[in-house]
């Protein structure tokens, strides 16, 4: 949404911001083929890992990766999938979750594990054009995150539009907004979550899973501690 509210203008109707940008996995899923002509740029969402066999590899310009801290990206797809409903059930994904370091249905869905998606773009950074953004900064910087980005992609930089797009998406003017979407029947982007979730959580950084119990924090140093580290993540 940052990206699009810059490219085209502000809006927070996510059914125009996902036709301008779509996510692949929606273009697979109802069998529609990206249309890009030859002298034309198109941003894409992808969520897959990286390779030969990524769609549209061949005229891949560049890309961008967003990187997130395990322990926030564990603790969003339990809410995202419905696993917070009671402390035995938030323990028993977490445990999983850390022990296959990823959601396995993820996973089955070619996005490989957190190590492997990583992995996998890293691998094509010699060859491919690309940018790697913290989430965090995203949270803490959006104003100078999104002027790297139209600058990798060698797009003229206005300021004035850079602190539109970013305050068009404050996130808690996106929460409100996915309200009023819902009540509209769109779902296309904001899609209904178990137990009544919002689509867009509150964007928290740097959390830990002692909550959870103190076993899985250690249980998630164990497995984690070498690649976190890569990525200055405690």
């Known amino acids: 949404m940052l990206l699009h509210n810059y490219l085209y203008g502000e809006t927070q109707d996510t ?19 990206l249309k890009v002509k030859n002298d034309e740029k198109k941003v894409v969402k992808s969520h897959f890992c ?13 890309f961008i990766y967003i990187i997130r801290n395990p322990r926030d990206v564990l603790l969003s797809n339990a809410r ?7 402390p035995d059930e938030l323990r028993r994904f977490a445990k999983n979750f850390i022990e296959n370091m990823g959601e396995p249905r993820w996973q089955q869905a070619n996005m490989g594990t ?13 060859s491919v054009p690309h940018i790697f953004i913290k989430y965090e900064e995203m949270r803490s910087d959006p104003f100078n995150v999104l002027k790297r980005l139209i600058s990798f992609m060698g797009i003229e930089t206005d300021e004035s539009r850079i602190q539109m797009a970013v305050d068009s998406c404050e996130i808690e003017k996106v929460r409100k907004h996915e309200l009023v979407e819902k009540e509209l029947g769109r779902t296309k982007v904001y899609n209904q979550l178990p137990n009544d979730e919002s689509f867009i959580g509150e964007g928290k950084i740097g959390q830990s899973l002692t909550s959870i119990g103190e076993d899985i924090e250690l249980l998630y140093k164990k497995r984690f501690g070498n690649f976190i580290n890569l990525f200055n993540y405690e």
Request: without cysteine; negative net charge.
């Open 80 to 86: 995202y999938l419905g696993a917070t409903s009671s």
């Open 114 to 126: 957190w190590p492997e998606h990583v992995a996998s773009w890293l691998y094509y950074t010699t």
């Open 50 to 62: 990286f390779s030969h066999q990524h769609p549209y590899f061949n005229i891949t310009s560049g």
């Open 15 to 33: 059914e125009i911001v996902a036709e301008r940008i779509p996510g692949l996995h929606y273009l697979l899923a109802k069998k529609i083929e």
